[in-house]
């Protein structure tokens, strides 16, 4: 079974300040996708990256693919209280197996 | 709207009476799958089906039944459930084959608690 281990698991930040989640495993993935779960609601999907080294630009949220396909970041510049969520990473391997990571639960205090 | 439909939203039964949550998806997806989500374990596949009547196991299969007779319904059974079965349920679909651009569509989940 493949795994991906997020960190932090747990974040708590002021607006305004800067964060990154971590996303590793020791396993290869085709691509890497990145989803947002808010209470009550299903993940809702972010931003997929394809190709090792890649990064992807949505607003305030920056995305890396590592060079090897293993690991991924996701960065949030100034965070805002719509920020908080659940943050899941999900690594696509064969067969559109995907497998998701632990999480990062963030809260943003206004 | 484009969606995934689960029902019920929240469901508590007791150990041994067979449920069935029903995961209907109007988008004309070939995958669906269903998901259990608990607290520090993140996101765990039960079940997936690339197509009508192809359904294979997931990474944490143990006690459930699906089944997919039309494309649009992917319903979960549980034959006998236990108390370790309580948890969050999603379903989620996705367009085809190719992973490297087909997001997962989820449901808004079942709590389920078995007693």
């Known amino acids: 079974t493949q795994l991906l281990e997020q960190s932090p698991q747990f974040l708590s930040i002021q607006e305004g300040e800067n964060l990154t989640v971590y996303c590793n495993s020791s396993?290869?993935?085709?691509?890497l996708q990145w989803y947002r779960q808010e209470p009550g609601e299903g993940p809702v999907l972010l931003v997929t990256?394809?190709?090792?080294?890649e990064v992807k630009k949505l607003k305030r949220l920056t995305f890396q693919f590592g060079d090897a396909r293993k690991d991924s970041s996701l960065h949030i510049t100034a965070a805002q209280p719509g920020d908080t969520g659940l943050y899941l990473c999900?690594?696509?391997?064969?067969?559109?197996?995907?497998?998701f990571g632990t999480g990062t639960k963030l809260q943003v205090i206004p | 709207e484009a969606q995934v439909t689960q029902n019920p939203r929240y469901l508590i039964t007791v150990t041994g009476k067979k449920l069935t949550v029903t995961c209907s998806q109007n988008?004309?997806?070939?995958?669906m799958s269903w998901y259990r989500q608990d607290p520090g374990l993140g996101l765990r596949q039960i079940y997936y089906?690339?197509?009508?009547?192809?359904?294979d196991k997931g990474d944490v299969p143990e006690g459930y039944k699906v089944s997919r007779k039309e494309k649009r319904n992917f319903p979960l059974i549980l034959e006998s459930p236990s108390p370790n079965q309580t948890s969050l349920y999603f379903c989620?679909?996705?367009?085809?084959?190719?992973?490297?651009?087909?997001?997962?569509?989820f449901g808004n989940g079942t709590r389920l608690t078995v007693t």
């Open positions: 989620a679909s996705s367009p085809g084959h190719s992973s490297y651009n087909s997001p997962l569509h």
């Open positions: 396993s290869v993935f085709s691509s």
């Open positions: 990256v394809v190709t090792g080294g």
């Open positions: 999900a690594g696509v391997g064969g067969y559109q197996k995907v497998t």
């Open positions: 988008m004309n997806h070939e995958y």
């Open positions: 089906s690339m197509n009508v009547e192809v359904t």
